[in-house]
Nanobody
Framework: QVQLVESGGGLVQPGGSLRLSCAAS????????MRWYRQAPGKQRELVAA???????NYADSVKGRFTISRDNAKNTVYLQMNSLKPEDTAVYYC???????????????WGQGTQVTVSS
């Protein structure tokens, strides 16, 4: 069994910062690409940022220059540092990862439960 658990969401004023964390645990052989998605009310889930196992990041145009994705492979954790937050960043943020399981060596895509980020004055 593999779990992804997010933390770090909350309420922040426009222009503020938050740091999201997502820790993977369970029967893990290797964690491949890791991603952050978000879903605002009434909208489709969208990819915010992704990072390869080697640490190469990619970002949605809407967050470039404001968000930074990183990972700590020793801790099986991915982070999303969010700066200069705007009201339109308000959404539930989900962690997503491609994980090779330790026993079967099968690669499976997993989702976290989501964490709410609200940007409002």
């Amino acid at each position: 069994q593999v779990q992804l658990v997010e933390s770090g969401g909350g309420l922040v004023q426009p222009g503020g910062s938050l740091r999201l964390s997502c820790a993977a645990s369970g029967s893990i052989f290797r964690i491949n690409d890791m991603r952050w998605y978000r879903q605002a009310p009434g909208k489709q889930r969208e990819l915010v940022a992704a990072i390869t196992s080697g640490g190469s990041p990619n970002y949605a145009d809407s967050v470039k220059g404001r968000f930074t994705i990183s990972r700590d492979n020793a801790k099986n954790t991915v982070y999303l540092q969010m700066n200069s937050l705007k009201p339109e960043d308000t959404a539930v943020y989900y962690c997503n990862a491609d994980i090779t399981r330790s026993i079967t060596r099968v690669r499976v895509n997993y989702w976290g439960q989501g964490t709410q980020v609200t940007v409002s004055s």
